[in-house]
């Protein structure tokens, strides 16, 4: 089945990255788009502190980071000779799985690829591991990468 609209979300950690490679390869493959989406996960106290439509110097920081941290990505494994790709990507704030599926139907993606950790915080043993949750509700197929 060729994937032709391919929605890889990364958080720059090591199974990211995998995804991300492999859903560059099923892009290659299949002479599809790629968007590589990365979420900074919303501060809510943070955010009550800040006068509305402001951004704090953390979040600017965090934000300067997430583009250094995509560039290096792209960067890492740059195309091969004859090899095309549309690539795209984009930085969002808010909840890492809910933003991955709100780009995925907003995409029209026909595959997500994502990194899955399993549980390692409590609350991803009480609300479970944000792939989990994309798995669960997303509107196309899913690659999760162990």
Do not use: Y
């Not at 490679?21 to 002479?31: N, V």
């Not at 990505?73 to 933003?99: A, V």
């Amino acid at each position: 089945m060729p994937f032709k609209r391919i929605l890889c979300g990364v958080d720059f950690s090591e199974l990211s990255v995998r995804a991300f490679l492999a859903a560059k390869d099923l892009a290659r493959q299949s002479g599809g788009a790629l968007h590589v989406l990365h979420v900074i996960e919303a501060n809510p106290t943070v955010a009550e502190l800040l006068p509305p439509g402001g951004l704090s110097e953390m979040t600017l920081t965090t934000v300067e980071k997430a583009r250094a941290s995509m560039r290096t990505l792209i960067e890492s494994s740059p195309p091969q000779r004859g090899e095309e790709i549309r690539l795209s990507t984009e930085i969002n704030e808010g909840n890492p799985s809910e933003e991955i599926l709100r780009q995925a139907r907003d995409w029209k993606a026909d595959l997500i690829a994502i990194g899955g950790k399993g549980a390692a915080t409590l609350d991803d043993v009480i609300f479970g591991d944000p792939s989990d949750t994309v798995v669960r509700k997303a509107p196309c197929s899913v690659l999760v990468v162990r």
